[in-house]
């Protein structure tokens, strides 16, 4: 079963940055869509970023001009950099991907199991 693992949180100061990457396991699947997600305690999960395979990106107001997500076609990767954090990006982030498989063409959604980011203020 494909897999997605999210690394790169930690600890940052306000103003600091973080990049964050998630990888997937296996090669035998298109993604057609990969995002980033995020949640606090005893708040939803909210979109951070998306982007398309074509490249096209979406952002939530909150973060535009601050968060940058990036893919690798090739390696079936993204990333997500993060500048100027605010002590409200504090939350777990997830990576989301839409996939296709090539030997089936099955479409999955695929959650990783998140990356805690935490803002000081």
């Known amino acids: 079963q494909v897999q997605v693992v999210e690394s790169g949180g930690g600890w940052a100061q306000a103003g600091g940055s973080l990049r964050l990457s998630c990888a997937s396991s296996g090669r035998s699947f298109r993604i057609n869509v990969m995002g980033w997600y995020r949640q606090s305690p005893g708040k939803q999960r909210e979109m951070v970023a998306v982007?398309?395979?074509?490249?096209?990106?979406n952002y939530a107001d909150s973060v535009k001009g601050r968060f940058t997500v990036s893919r690798d076609n090739a390696k079936n990767t993204m990333n997500l950099q993060m500048n100027n954090l605010e002590p409200e990006d504090t939350a777990t982030y997830y990576c989301?991907?839409?996939?296709?498989?090539?030997?089936?063409?099955?479409?999955?959604?695929?959650w990783g199991q998140g990356t805690l980011v935490t803002v000081s203020s």
């Open positions: 982007i398309d395979s074509g490249g096209a990106t």
């Open positions: 989301n991907m839409k996939i296709v498989t090539y030997i089936d063409y099955r479409y999955l959604e695929v």
